[in-house]
């Protein structure tokens, strides 16, 4: 079951995500060779404590960071820790926010220094196909054109869609219905109505689409180790073009 969220939840989602957004501007400031990711991660949970909210990850299933902070062939789910950011290295940064009881969620790929032209044109692909899924998430259109934009994208760029891990609807929980492949046939699963809010999340890989996860229960990686990007928003259907609702204006 879909919830479709009042105009009063709406606003609540919408002060949950400009937290959101705010914290990954932030974090991005900080990105740079020397830093751990543990360091990140406490610079998260100040910034979150410091606006009255609630990092949302944090034991959440037992999760142990209050972000999560992937890098190079690290998908998702990147546990913080003592590993040092190098020159080169690409990092995912991925984000919940508690406020007043609603959640939003989402996530950038940085360069850490100067990145090669193919991790480059990684993130671009990524963040790009983040906009072109959130363009086709609108009133009357089906669940699935929202994957089979992201994979058309992707695919045709040479890159590779991650299949184990999906988007999914948030509000009053972190993770809702309905989840949200990022591939797929278009015209097929849910019609998308006003006032469903999604966390859209392309993960996209530079070589083989498949991943596995690491003996923390958690860090997922590419199987041969390439490298990664992951890109996501939280959104409200409307009437017309949709809502970005982790966008910082």
């Given at each position: 079951?879909?919830?479709?969220k009042?105009?009063?939840?709406?606003?609540?989602?919408?002060?949950?995500?400009l937290i959101?957004?705010?914290?990954?501007?932030?974090?991005k400031?900080k990105?740079?060779?020397?830093?751990t990711t543990?360091q990140?991660?406490?610079?998260?949970?100040?910034?979150?404590?410091?606006?009255?909210?609630?990092?949302a990850?944090l034991?959440y299933?037992?999760?142990?960071?209050?972000?999560?902070a992937?890098?190079?062939?690290?998908?998702?789910?990147?546990?913080?820790?003592?590993r040092?950011l190098?020159?080169?290295?690409?990092?995912?940064?991925?984000?919940?926010?508690e406020?007043?009881?609603?959640?939003?969620?989402s996530?950038?790929?940085?360069a850490?220094?100067?990145?090669?032209?193919?991790?480059?044109?990684?993130i671009?692909?990524?963040?790009d196909?983040?906009?072109?899924a959130i363009?086709v998430?609108?009133?009357?259109?089906?669940l699935?054109?929202?994957?089979?934009?992201?994979?058309?994208y992707?695919?045709?760029?040479g890159?590779?869609?991650?299949?184990?891990?999906?988007?999914?609807?948030?509000?009053?929980?972190?993770?809702?219905?309905?989840?949200?492949?990022?591939?797929?046939?278009?015209?097929?699963g849910?019609?998308?109505?006003?006032?469903?809010?999604l966390?859209?999340?392309?993960?996209?890989?530079?070589?083989?689409?498949?991943v596995?996860?690491?003996g923390?229960?958690?860090?997922?990686?590419?199987?041969?180790?390439?490298c990664?990007?992951h890109?996501?928003?939280?959104?409200?259907?409307?009437?017309?073009?949709?809502?970005?609702?982790?966008?910082?204006?």
């Open positions: 079951m879909i919830s479709i009042s105009k009063s939840e709406l606003q609540k989602i919408r002060n949950s995500g959101v957004a705010k914290t990954l501007k932030y974090l400031s990105v740079k060779p020397g830093i543990r990140l991660d406490l610079e998260a949970a100040n910034f979150i404590k410091k606006h009255n909210a609630r990092a990850f034991n299933h037992g999760y142990p960071g209050s972000i999560c992937s890098i190079n062939e690290e998908v998702v789910h990147g546990i913080p820790g003592d040092v190098l020159e080169g290295d690409i990092i995912s940064l991925d984000v919940g926010v406020l007043a009881g609603y959640f939003g969620d996530a950038i790929t940085v850490v220094g100067k990145i090669s032209d193919q991790n480059k044109k990684l671009e692909v990524t963040r196909a983040l906009y072109k363009d998430a609108r009133k009357d259109n089906y699935s054109d929202i994957g089979y934009a992201v994979q058309s992707v695919e045709k760029a890159f590779a869609v991650v299949r184990d891990f999906v988007g999914h609807g948030i509000g009053a929980k972190l993770h809702e219905e309905p989840q949200i492949p990022n591939f797929g046939k278009p015209g097929n849910v019609k998308l109505r006003p006032g469903m809010v966390a859209i999340e392309p993960m996209v890989n530079l070589g083989t689409w498949k596995e996860v690491l923390d229960g958690w860090t997922a990686v590419t199987q041969d180790d390439s990664s990007a890109f996501e928003h939280t959104i409200c259907i409307t009437n017309s073009k949709a809502k970005i609702l982790t966008a910082l204006n």
